[in-house]
């Protein structure tokens, strides 16, 4: 499979279904930035190396399997404003087939 289907609430609240490809190695912070669903300069400002939470989404389909967080995105949440339980930060979680169907709504920006 080359395209999975995923919805990103964007900072508005508008949801936005879009294909997602699952064999360029993007992770959610990329697709954001790629359909330009958050201003720029307000998502992925590190680059995606874990060390901003300008990339922060909430992830509303706990049944679809996500990788394990690693101590970089930990440590990156628990000093992040806006952190729930089901946080995750969007450049931690490259685009894979199992991912069809995901749904993440974007953390407010502060």
């Known amino acids: 499979m080359a395209d999975i289907k995923i ?3 964007d900072r508005e609240g508008v949801s936005h279904e879009v294909d997602a490809p699952t064999d360029m ?3 959610i912070m990329e697709l954001v930035r790629a359909y330009e669903l958050a201003p ?3 998502i992925g400002v590190c680059g995606g190396m874990a060390m901003c ?3 922060q989404c909430y992830v509303l389909t706990p049944e679809i399997p996500l ?3 690693n101590p970089d995105e930990e440590a990156m949440l628990s000093e992040a404003f806006n ?3 089901n946080s995750r930060l969007g450049c931690q979680l490259h685009l894979a ?3 069809e169907g995901l749904v993440v709504e974007l953390a407010p920006e502060y």
Do not use: R
């Open 53 to 55: 939470a300008s990339c």
């Open 40 to 42: 720029e300069g307000t």
């Open 7 to 9: 919805t990103i609430i």
């Open 97 to 99: 087939d199992e991912m």
């Open 83 to 85: 952190v729930k339980d």
């Open 25 to 27: 190695n993007m992770n």
């Open 67 to 69: 990788p394990e967080m």
